[in-house]
């Protein structure tokens, strides 16, 4: 079954302890994607990558890390997690068309989210 | 800056009727363009991808409108289970960058029975 997994599903830490969100997908999927959804914010993109170890910044990507060392993984790293950044987090990949002059993705497919909080 | 603007709602409509809501968007040169749902603290899920010429599944019909740079979701017999956030996507960029999938805030709709 194509899906996009994602681990843990809930987590509810202290400020300053370290912490990894995984997100795996079976798509072969080149695009990934993490997003947090907050109240009246929506979905606001964290990182993304557009294949294996190639990452880039979101629009919030402060205090947040990633990685993309398979193409079926994209990891979030909290380093320090700070109560700002309880949130639902969604993970997201999908294909995409690069051309030469415009980016176009596919479907994109989201994981179940986790939802965190940071004490 | 990246816009993709949505009437949050919420949108209370009675069962059956029709209801339809829109999307503007910044950039004249997007490309890519998307309605997804989302049901409350689920994943977004996709609904339908809006072609230049529109198009229609079962009861949805999107429709993209270049000019006013706006997309559009309509919903005919409306159902209890349409009960849901409807978010737009816009490809905002159209050349170099690959940070330029946007999605709105969502427009919340509750179907009444």
């Known amino acids: 079954e194509a899906q996009v997994t994602q681990n843990p599903r809930y987590l509810i830490t202290v400020t300053g302890k370290k912490l990894t969100v995984t997100c795996s997908q079976n798509?072969?999927?080149?695009?990934m994607s993490w997003y947090r959804q907050d109240p009246g914010l929506g979905l606001r993109q964290i990182y993304y990558?557009?294949?294996?170890?190639?990452?880039d910044k979101g629009d919030v990507p402060e205090g947040y890390k990633v990685s993309r060392k398979e193409k079926r993984n994209f990891p979030l790293i909290l380093e320090s997690p700070s109560p700002n950044q309880t949130s639902l987090y969604f993970c997201?990949?999908?294909?995409?068309?690069?051309?030469?002059?415009?980016?176009?993705?596919?479907?994109?497919?989201f994981g179940p989210g986790t939802r965190l909080t940071v004490l | 800056r990246k816009e993709v603007e949505q009437d949050p709602g919420p949108f209370n409509v009675p069962e059956g009727a029709t209801v339809a809501f829109n999307c503007t968007y910044s950039?004249?040169?997007?490309?890519?363009f998307f309605w997804y749902r989302q049901d409350c603290r689920k994943e977004p899920k996709l609904l339908m991808s809006?072609?230049?010429s529109g198009n229609e599944d079962g009861r949805f019909t999107a429709q993209l409108n270049r000019a006013s740079q706006y997309i559009s979701l309509l919903i005919r017999d409306s159902k209890l289970s349409d009960s849901a956030t409807y978010l737009c996507?816009?490809?905002?960029?159209?050349?170099?960058?690959?940070?330029?999938?946007?999605f709105g805030k969502g427009t919340h709709l509750i179907i009444q029975p």
């Open positions: 997201a990949s999908s294909f995409t068309t690069t051309g030469t002059t415009s980016q176009s993705w596919d479907t994109q497919y």
């Open positions: 798509m072969n999927h080149e695009y």
């Open positions: 990558s557009m294949n294996v170890e190639v990452t």
């Open positions: 950039n004249s040169a997007s490309q890519s």
């Open positions: 809006v072609y230049s």
């Open positions: 996507v816009v490809n905002l960029y159209s050349g170099g960058g690959a940070d330029g999938l946007t």
